[in-house]
Structure formats: structure tokens, C-alpha cells
């Protein structure tokens, strides 16, 4: 069986993906953790500059990492670009709006997981397929079922 859609990610798309990679992740579990914790100090000795340091680390990061990712996305349009996968049983056939292809093996993805938006692709080599909902919906159950028959279900934390 092959599947092939088109996608369009957009910088809210990137941008649920980036969070939720900050906050399922150790560091920004912890991060997160440290910002409650000293809020909580500041509230308890009245102190503003614990305040301050608090609402940094749990408001202030998330803003700065949109901007973060706005820039890149300005800088580099590939990154909005409409791209067409093809899936079968040997992977997943990547090519964008200017015909250049990469091909992808199942064993290459380390993680598949999802949020209320976007399903995710994790790969070996850093990058990331990201897949809004919106964008699969008509193909829902077809691009669920490629990823938990190809990928071991170790790896795959989708959520419906």
C-alpha cells in the first residue's frame, strides 16, 4: 500500500511541535519545574526578583522560542514550503516544491508521536517530519496505520 498527501506546515504548526519538545523533554521539565519553584519563593518572601526570575522561566522562554522560530522560518522558507510524502513499506519518499527528493527508511525515524495539532516524525539525523492534522485528516486512519506498522511500537506515542 502507498500513501501519498501534501502538506503545508505553518509557524504555528513548528511552534506546537517546538513546545511540545521543550516541555516532554527533561531540561524543560526541569526548567519549567525550577520557574514554579522560585515563583513560588517569590509569592512566599515577597521578593520581586524572584518574581522576575519565575515568570521568566515559565512566560517569558515560550515567547522568545516563537521569535526564535519565526526568524528561521523567515530566513529560511523551505521550512513552510508545501511538500508531498509518499509512504509504503520500505519509508517515506520527501519532495518539495522543487522536485528535490529525499528518501527516508522507516529505521531512520526514532520517535513518532503527536499533539492536538500535528502528528511528528523524529529521524536519526535531527530533523523532523511535521504533519498538521488539518493537512491528514482525510487520510487519518491510512497515516496512523503506516506509522504503527512500520515503526516499533516502542517509538509511537500518538494520541487521537
Not at 521578593?47 to 529560511?76: C, R, S
Request: net charge positive.
Amino acid at each position: 500500500m502507498e500513501l501519498e498527501i501534501e502538506v503545508t506546515t505553518t509557524l504555528p504548526d513548528l511552534f506546537d511541535y517546538r513546545l511540545n519538545r521543550r516541555y516532554t523533554s527533561l531540561s524543560g521539565i526541569t526548567i519549567t519545574m525550577m520557574g514554579i519553584l522560585v515563583t513560588m519563593n517569590a509569592l512566599i518572601s515577597k521578593n520581586p526578583f524572584f518574581a522576575a526570575i519565575g515568570m521568566l522561566l515559565i512566560i517569558v522562554l515560550p515567547i522568545l522560542e516563537y521569535n526564535k522560530l519565526k526568524k528561521q522560518v523567515t530566513q529560511k522558507h523551505s521550512m513552510i514550503k508545501p511538500i508531498r510524502y509518499c509512504m509504503n513499506q520500505q519509508g517515506i519518499e520527501c519532495i518539495d516544491s522543487d522536485n528535490t527528493s529525499k528518501s527516508i527508511h522507516w529505521n531512520q525515524v526514532v520517535k513518532a508521536g503527536s499533539t492536538r495539532s500535528i502528528f511528528f516524525l523524529q529521524l536519526m539525523d535531527g530533523e523532523t517530519i511535521v504533519l498538521p492534522r488539518r493537512e491528514v485528516m482525510n487520510y487519518l486512519g491510512e497515516v496512523i496505520g503506516m506509522i504503527s506498522k512500520n515503526i516499533s511500537p516502542e517509538k509511537v506515542k500518538i494520541k487521537l
